[in-house]
C-alpha cells in the first residue's frame, strides 16, 4: 500500500494529516511543501511578525516533532511537477511517488504585478509567505515611504503596520473605494477614516500606471498624473488559486479546483480542500479563502478519504486587525440588498439583509454583535432589522426571536 499523499503544507495540508491520524489511519502519510519551513500560520506574516511582535517559533503550527510523532513524512523544500491520475502516482523532478490517495492542498499565491510597469524591480514585495515577509521587514524597519497598491484587508492590514511602525504610507485603490468587492459602503467609510486618522493616505478611484527605478523602485506614476518618490511598493490586488497541477492532470476547474460536497475532484482518489478547493454551498458554488475553512473543509476531506461520506457545509467567518480595531466577518454577503448598522459598546456592526433574510455581518470592536449574528446565520434565521439598528435593543433577545 502506498498510502496517502498530501500536496501543499499549509493550514489545509497540515489539518489533514493530523486529522487523519485522529481517526486512527495508519498507513503512510506524506506531507510536501514547496516552502523548506513546517506548516505556519499565514495571518500573522501580515500583522505581528511583520511587526516584530511575534518570533519565528510561534509562527508554527506544530512543533516538527509532532508529525514525526504522528509519523507523518515532511517532504520539505520539495515541488511537485506533475501528477498522473491513472498511474496513481506524482513526479517530484526525475523522483516518482506512488499514492492509494491524494489530496491537494495547494492553496493560492497573490497576484503580482507585471513585468511591463515595474513589477520585478527590487524592493517591490507581495505577502506571499515566511521568506517574502522577511525579505520586506528590513523596509518597514528603515521607514520612508511606501506605496501600497490595493485597498482590500491585506493592503489595508499592511498599511496599519507600516503607520504603526510611523513610516509615510500611500495606499491606491483603482476601484472606487476601498473594499469595494468584499464589503458595504458602510464598513468602506469606517476603515477609511481609521486609516486617514493615522495618517495614511488613502487614493480611491486611482490605480497605479508604473512604477520607476533602475534596478531599485524609486518612485511611481498613478493614473491620475501624479508621480511620488517612494521608498518601496507592496502589492495587494488579490490572489490565485494554486491549480497547475491539477491543470496538467486534466483535474476540472471552476474557479479553481472543482469538487463536490465530499472534497471529491473529478480525478480517481484525488480530493482537494482549502484555498484552491471550489465546492458546492447553498445554490451554487465558492471558494473560501480563510483559515477557518482551510481546518473545516480539511477535516472532512480526511474522514471522506476513509469512507465517512460526509458533506462539507460551510460556515463561513472571517478576521482582520488594524491597529486597534478587531473587525470579525460572519456570513457573505453576495446580494445583500439592505445593511444595518448599530452602534454598541465601544463598537458598531453592520448587518447585511436580502429579502428581509440576514446573510453576514462585520462587527468592529462588538465582538457580542458578531457572536449573536454568527448563531442567527448559521441556524438560518434572521431578525427585525429595526430592532438590530436600536442600540437599545437587548441583544440576547434577538437570539431568543
Known amino acids: 500500500m502506498s498510502g496517502i499523499v498530501i500536496i501543499g503544507a499549509g493550514q489545509a495540508g497540515s489539518s489533514l494529516a493530523i486529522k ?9 502519510i506524506t506531507l510536501i511543501g514547496e516552502e523548506p519551513y513546517a506548516p505556519y ?35 520539505l523544500g ?64 528603515r521607514g520612508g515611504h511606501v506605496l501600497i497598491i490595493g485597498g482590500g484587508y491585506i493592503g489595508l492590514e499592511a498599511a496599519a503596520v507600516a503607520a504603526k511602525r510611523g513610516l509615510k504610507v500611500t495606499l491606491v485603490e483603482m476601484a472606487d473605494r476601498i473594499l469595494q468587492r468584499v464589503a458595504c459602503a458602510e464598513t468602506s467609510d469606517y ?27 524609486t518612485g511611481a506614476t498613478l493614473s491620475n498624473g501624479t508621480t511620488l518618490d517612494i521608498d518601496f511598493a507592496l502589492v495587494g490586488v ?67 478519504m476513509l469512507g465517512a461520506a460526509k458533506e462539507y457545509h460551510a ?12 473587525l470579525q466577518i460572519s456570513g457573505l454577503n453576495q446580494g445583500f440588498d439592505k445593511v444595518v448598522t448599530r452602534q454598541g459598546d465601544g463598537g458598531r456592526s453592520h448587518w447585511y439583509y436580502k429579502g428581509g433574510q440576514l446573510l453576514a455581518v462585520d462587527a468592529m470592536n462588538d465582538p457580542r454583535a458578531y457572536m449573536v449574528a454568527k448563531r442567527l446565520i448559521e441556524a438560518g434565521k434572521t431578525v427585525d432589522p429595526t430592532l438590530v439598528a436600536d442600540p437599545s435593543s437587548d441583544l440576547k433577545s434577538l437570539l431568543r426571536g
Open 315 to 326: 460556515t463561513p467567518w472571517f478576521w482582520s486587525d488594524q491597529y486597534d480595531v478587531k
Open 78 to 141: 520539495t515541488q511537485v511537477t506533475a501528477i498522473d491520475p491513472v498511474a496513481g502516482m506524482i513526479s517530484l523532478g526525475a523522483e516518482t511517488v506512488p499514492y492509494d490517495q491524494l489530496a491537494l492542498t495547494t492553496g493560492s499565491t497573490p497576484r503580482l504585478l507585471p513585468e511591463a510597469i515595474g513589477g520585478r524591480l527590487k524592493n517591490v514585495f507581495a505577502m506571499r509567505g515566511l521568506a517574502d515577509v522577511d525579505a520586506m521587514r528590513p523596509a518597514f524597519e
Open 238 to 304: 488579490g490572489i490565485q488559486p494554486n491549480t497547475g497541477l491539477a491543470e496538467t492532470a486534466s483535474l476540472t476547474l471552476n474557479n479553481g479546483i472543482e469538487t463536490n460536497a465530499l472534497g471529491q475532484t473529478s480525478g480517481p482518489n484525488i480530493w482537494a480542500a482549502g484555498d484552491c478547493a471550489s465546492f458546492p454551498y447553498k445554490d451554487g458554488r465558492i471558494r473560501l479563502e480563510s483559515v477557518p475553512n482551510a481546518i473545516d473543509q480539511a477535516e472532512v476531506v480526511a474522514a471522506n
Open 41 to 75: 500560520q499565514r495571518p500573522p506574516l501580515s500583522k505581528t511578525y511583520l511587526l516584530g511582535e511575534m518570533a519565528l517559533e510561534r509562527l508554527y503550527l506544530r512543533p516538527e516533532e509532532l508529525y514525526r510523532d504522528q509519523n507523518i513524512e515532511l517532504r
Open 191 to 217: 476603515f477609511r477614516e481609521l486609516h486617514l486618522s493615522h495618517g495614511v493616505t488613502l487614493l480611491e478611484g486611482v490605480g497605479l500606471t508604473r512604477l520607476t527605478g533602475a534596478e531599485h523602485v
Open 20 to 28: 487523519l491520524r485522529s481517526l486512527d489511519y495508519t498507513g503512510a
